[in-house]
T-cell receptor, first 113, second 111 residues
Framework: DTGVSQNPRHKITKRGQNVTFRCDPI?????LYWYRQTLGQGPEFLTY????????KSRLLSDRFSAERPKGSFSTLEIQRTEQGDSAMYLC???????????FGNGTRLTVT | QQQVKQSPQSLIVQKGGISIINCAYE??????FPWYQQFPGKGPALLIA?????SEKKEGRFTISFNKSAKQFSLHIMDSQPGDSATYFC??????????FGQGTRLTINP
């Protein structure tokens, strides 16, 4: 069990650019989640996958955000035309199919200048 | 309805003391209540969790007390240590493992 891995750890981008983050879940975990955490706040749910199927998306996930999980393994989160309000920590978590706890990665901190 | 309210925002406790963090919720559909610990630059890590059919759960120095009728739950850290200094989040789950988090409590344990 190597834990949930996220890359990159930090990303600085200029407003209007596109960015993509990657998450590698714990290998036997079927469910994968994306959360966003702004400074001084708790994480907020964005979306989740069961295997390769994206089953739910939060209203926080605007049209500029897209997430994929090809083949039910790693996942990517892309933000198009970034805005300063997108600056946050993007957290990925995974869990097994059964009703088990979420294991979080250490996140990708995005700064939009 | 989907909120969890956490207090206090920050807490300072002397080494060896008891740290107490409180959370309240409205949605009776929540069926799982975990607490997460987060250190700077790290993701949240599960500390302890409880289901609403249990009033108390203890794991080492950490205890969750759950009051279903009041829709409140709390984390107690006994014999608090400087290494416990971190931000703590309560959370509640509904549906397929979707968690809603409280606003967090920054805990500082003074040596």
């Amino acid at each position: 069990d190597t834990g949930v891995s996220q890359n990159p750890r930090h990303k600085i981008t200029k407003r209007g650019q596109n960015v993509t983050f990657r998450c590698d879940p714990i290998s036997e975990h079927n469910r994968l989640y994306w959360y966003r955490q702004t400074l001084g706040q708790g994480p907020e749910f964005l979306t989740y996958f069961q295997n390769e199927a994206q089953l739910e998306k939060s209203r926080l996930l605007s049209d500029r955000f897209s997430a994929e999980r090809p083949k039910g393994s790693f996942s990517t989160l892309e933000i198009q035309r970034t805005e300063q309000g997108d600056s946050a920590m993007y957290l990925c978590a995974s869990s097994s199919f059964s009703d088990s706890p979420l294991h979080f990665g250490n996140g990708t901190r995005l700064t939009v200048t | 309805q989907q909120q969890v309210k956490q207090s206090p925002q920050s807490l300072i406790v002397q080494k060896g003391g008891i740290s107490i963090i409180n959370c309240a919720y409205e949605n009776t559909a929540f069926d799982y209540f975990p607490w997460y610990q987060q250190f700077p630059g790290k993701g949240p890590a599960l500390l302890i969790a409880i289901r609403p059919d249990v009033s108390e759960k203890k794991e080492g120095r950490f205890t969750i007390s759950f009051n279903k009728s009041a829709k409140q739950f709390s984390l107690h850290i006994m014999d608090s240590q400087p290494g416990d200094s971190a931000t703590y989040f309560c959370a509640a789950k509904w549906g397929a493992q979707k968690l809603v988090f409280g606003q967090g409590t920054r805990l500082t344990i003074n040596p």
